[in-house]
C-alpha cells in the first residue's frame, strides 16, 4: 500500500474528525480545534492527509515558528497502520520544519502507546521529559526532541 501525501483542506475534516475520534476517544481535538489549526496554514501550520484510493487513511500536523517546530498529531486509521503511512507523514512534517528553518522539532506522545514511541525513537527524537497526567483520563506524556541541525 503505498499512501500519497497531500495538504489537509477544510474539505478534509469529515473524514479526518472520523479518525480523530476513533484514534483518540478519550481525549479527541473539537473539529473547531482542526479548524483553527487550518487557519493558521500556511502562516504557521502544516498539515498533510494520507490517501489510499482517494480515502483518507491519516493526518498529520506541524506547528513551526522561528527556530523551533512541534508536531502537533499524527494519526493512522485503525487497519491501515503498521504499512508506513504514519513514517511517511512524520518524513514530510520532519522535512517542512527544515523548509522552514527549524532548528529542533518537539512532541509529545502518550506514555501508554509504545508503537508511537518507538517510531519517533527510530527518526531519532530522545526522552527529554515527563509530564505527568497530561492527557484527559490522566496518562502522562512522554516528551521528546530532535536535533534538525538545520
Known amino acids: ?22 484514534t483518540f476517544p478519550r481525549d479527541a481535538w473539537s473539529e473547531g480545534m482542526l479548524r483553527a489549526e487550518l487557519d493558521d496554514q500556511p502562516r504557521t501550520r502544516h498539515y498533510v492527509v494520507a490517501l ?23 494519526a493512522v486509521a485503525a487497519g491501515r497502520r503498521r504499512a508506513g503511512v504514519g513514517a511517511a507523514m512524520l518524513s514530510e512534517l520532519l522535512a517542512e520544519a527544515v523548509r522552514r528553518g527549524a ?19 527510530r527518526f531519532g527524537f530522545e526522552r527529554i521529559g515527563l509530564r505527568r497526567r497530561y492527557y484527559e483520563d490522566g496518562t502522562d506524556a512522554i516528551t521528546m526532541k530532535k536535533d534538525l541541525n538545520a
Open 52 to 74: 489510499v484510493d482517494d480515502e483518507i487513511i491519516g493526518y498529520a500536523g506541524l506547528f513551526a515558528a522561528g527556530d523551533q517546530a512541534d508536531v502537533q498529531t499524527i
Open 103 to 121: 532548528r529542533s522539532v518537539f512532541l509529545e506522545v502518550r506514555a501508554d502507546n509504545p508503537d508511537a514511541e518507538a517510531m519517533y525513537d
Open 1 to 22: 500500500m503505498t499512501a500519497v501525501l497531500r495538504q489537509m483542506t477544510f474539505d478534509d475534516l469529515p473524514a479526518v474528525m472520523k479518525i480523530e475520534r476513533e
